[in-house]
């Protein structure tokens, strides 16, 4: 097992870092390493846009459900959809693409696009002894996100990524079995994932127990459950269809 892989199975959500904003150096890497992300034929569908304007930073913190770690951290980079990018494109070249842009087909390039970025981006910043934590919390309310932003029509941000260096050590999740998530040929039968999801809940109660020496002890069926009963963010099409994404 190399270095990158071993980093890579030690990632845990860091949520308390430094008082020590990022070099210029440091986040021209970490972009770098998100550019260099497979895109779907080419197309690059996908802005980064950081942040570094304290008052800017508290202002998407309290958007995001008040988490902290939004506006104190290294650096605050926002992952974003952009097909806008795409219609100036078209315009130069005389094009009618707008059709394709509008489709849900390129709405998946786009968010997808910006997902595989965003990982490669978490693995550099993790590489050079940084932690992150995704913020997907900014979907909470996109409008003000937006506008605080001053993101055009054709562009959605679609999660945050606080980078720093780590003020904490928290410990590692443990994740799914492998042969939950990986099925070899065909898909695997639900008696399958009955035993596995068992199997799982014990683990995960375990750690919530060892975690908290006894004041937890949650199962991660029972987490799900509670969480998909109360549907959040339930404007996201309406949004999405808004800014010019997925009408097709």
Request: hydrophobic letters at 40%; aromatic letters at 8%; a negative charge.
């Amino acid at each position: 097992m190399n270095e990158t892989i071993e980093r890579m199975l030690q990632h845990r959500s860091i949520r308390k870092f430094e008082d020590r904003p990022l070099s210029d150096e440091e986040i021209t890497t970490i972009v770098r390493s998100a550019q260099a992300a497979s895109s779907s034929s080419f197309v690059q569908a996908y802005s980064i846009i950081g942040v570094k304007d304290p008052v800017k930073k508290q202002k998407l913190s309290e958007l995001a459900g008040n988490q902290q770690y939004v506006a104190e951290n290294g650096h605050f980079f926002v992952f974003c959809a952009d097909l806008h990018r795409h219609e100036l494109l078209g315009e130069k070249e005389g094009a009618e693409i707008e059709t394709a842009l509008e489709s849900t087909e390129k709405f998946m390039v786009a968010v997808i696009d910006a997902a595989l970025a965003a990982q490669n981006a978490a693995v550099a910043a993790e590489s050079m002894g940084m932690g992150i934590c995704y913020i997907g919390g900014l979907r909470n309310h996109l409008d003000g996100v937006a506008e605080i932003l001053k993101t055009p029509d054709r562009v959605i941000p679609l999660f945050g990524l606080a980078v720093g260096y780590p003020a904490q050590n928290p410990g590692v999740k443990p994740r799914l079995p492998i042969g939950g998530v990986y099925h070899e040929d065909t898909y695997l039968p639900d008696e399958k994932h009955w035993e596995q999801l068992e199997e799982y809940n014990r683990i995960v109660s375990e750690y919530y127990t060892g975690r908290t020496a006894g004041a937890r002890s949650d199962t991660w069926t029972g987490q799900m459950a509670a969480m998909l009963s109360h549907p959040s963010r339930m404007y996201m099409k309406e949004f999405v269809n808004k800014k010019g994404f997925g009408n097709k």
